[in-house]
């Protein structure tokens, strides 16, 4: 015998062949396909909001230097004895609350940059 | 017939791809309860398979046949699982000699159907992931050396030499399994 003969011996494949074995849960392909499903939907959501929170986040970041340049200006004019009730002044305040604002945005820009590489709910 | 599906499913008709579940599911679970002997961990390795199949469809260039490739995912996803829970599976090294194997053939042809599948089933357990993978690998999925070679990563002289040592301890471990059966019958 030589070793072909050997590796494709067909008294081994006479037995392998009945040990083929079956997925007992008749709903496998039921349940797979309604998890793959749902995992679809949500990924299609997922990317829906990603977008949309891209959008804002750009939009928030445009917008935000120019409110707060603006509420600088006016704030004395229209506040003027604002200053007499705070420990601190108002150009200190605002520099508080720029500060502030940049990190939040900041680290919503980190997470949002995360969730985008790592490409959504299936992975 | 599967490219077909598998543009399909690409193109956005995810119900296609039960056709490819319906077709694979079985042969999953085989390779799967070969390496992890547990038919509840397996069921859960094809689930886990077919799920990262879906989601890694677009990379699936067509080189090789879907099947081999899918393979290829349930033996690794098995594998991981292997690690991560540390299953015992049960190393057989000291039956090494070959022999003919008629006698074991002989014997079993006097159970029914269901008892055979049950015996040969009983000693594939027995035999490590690797030789109850490769027979069933080529034996019963009837895989080329070189598709085997694609799914399990091991080399093709290694393959020879697993698919030897694994036929000769499924043998002598099914005649045993099957002297125990019948000497307990009697």
Same mark, same amino acid.
């Given at each position: 015998m030589n070793k072909q003969d050997k590796i494709a011996n067909p008294e081994t494949k006479i037995l392998i062949e009945k040990s083929g074995l079956k997925i007992?849960?008749?709903d496998f392909t039921d349940m797979l396909m309604a998890k793959i499903e749902a995992k679809t939907c949500l990924e299609f959501s997922f990317k829906k909001y990603l977008k949309l929170s891209w959008f804002f986040i750009i939009l928030s970041a445009l917008i935000l230097p120019l409110s707060i340049d603006m509420v600088i200006s006016n704030f004395n004019t229209y506040f003027p004895y604002f200053e007499l009730y705070l420990p601190v002044n108002t150009q200190s305040l605002m520099l508080f609350l720029i500060v502030g604002m940049v990190l939040i945005i900041l680290f919503q820009i980190d997470k949002l940059i995360n969730m985008t590489l790592k490409r959504g709910v299936l992975n | 017939m599967d490219n077909i599906t598998i543009q399909k499913v690409i193109e @956005? *008709?995810?119900?296609? %791809?039960r056709f490819l579940v319906d077709k694979y599911k079985d042969m999953s679970f085989s390779i799967s309860c070969s390496i992890l002997k547990n038919e509840q961990i397996a069921e859960e390795n094809v689930q886990d398979a077919f799920i990262k199949a879906f989601k890694a469809?677009?990379? %699936?260039? @067509? *080189?090789?046949k879907f099947s081999t490739w899918l393979y290829k995912i349930v033996v690794n996803e098995a594998l991981k699982k292997i690690k991560k829970k540390s299953l015992e599976t049960k190393e057989i090294n000291d039956l090494d000699e070959y022999k003919e194997y008629s006698s074991v053939n002989d014997s079993i042809k006097e159970f029914s159907l269901f008892y055979q599948k049950k015996y040969i089933n009983a000693t594939l357990n027995k035999l490590n992931e690797k030789e109850s993978l490769l027979l069933r690998l080529y034996?019963?999925?009837?895989?080329s050396i070189q598709e085997i070679k694609e799914i399990t990563n091991l080399s093709t002289a290694n393959i020879k030499v697993i698919l030897h040592r694994a036929r000769n301890n499924f043998h002598i471990k099914l005649e045993k399994e099957l002297n125990h059966e019948l000497s307990s019958i009697l």
């Open positions: 007992k849960n008749p | @956005g *008709d995810v119900n296609a %791809f469809l677009k990379q %699936f260039k @067509g *080189d090789s034996y019963l999925n009837e895989n």
